[in-house]
């Protein structure tokens, strides 16, 4: 029902920033949550930042709580993540997903995948 495609990730010194964008095509609904998680090799999947596609309040997991930002364009049904200050530990794959429910931390709970864009934070 809808499609997300990711994009913005590469490599980045510790310190540096980055800004990745999620576009939605297909249908759109204005009750979904959308969600950023990240994985590295050999970990779960974790919880980055969600935000509610009509109602904007935005919700971020305590790693990277201070130093990131994540907001929508509704005109351009895009949805995007700034992280600075960044960080060895945040080499990952990043995803962007959606969820109709209210369980924006569980990737369980997300319906829709886009295949991810990598980010790597090395000297």
């Known amino acids: 029902q809808v499609q997300l495609v990711e994009s913005g990730g590469g490599l980045v010194q510790p310190g540096g920033s980055l800004r990745l964008s999620c576009a939605l095509s297909?249908?759109?609904?204005?009750?979904?949550?959308m969600g950023w998680f990240r994985q590295a090799p050999g970990k779960e999947r974790e919880f980055v930042a969600a935000?509610?596609?009509?109602?904007?309040?935005?919700y971020y997991a305590d790693s990277v709580k201070g130093r990131s930002t994540i907001s929508r364009d509704n005109a351009k049904n895009t949805v995007y993540l700034q992280v600075n200050s960044l960080k060895p530990e945040d080499t990952a794959d990043y995803y962007c997903?959606?969820?109709?429910?209210?369980?924006?931390?569980?990737?369980?709970?997300?319906?829709?995948w886009g295949q991810g864009t990598q980010v790597t934070v090395s000297s």
């Open positions: 297909g249908r759109t609904v204005s009750n979904y949550i």
């Open positions: 997903a959606a969820t109709e429910t209210v369980y924006y931390r569980d990737p369980t709970r997300y319906d829709y």
């Open positions: 935000i509610s596609w009509s109602g904007g309040g935005t």
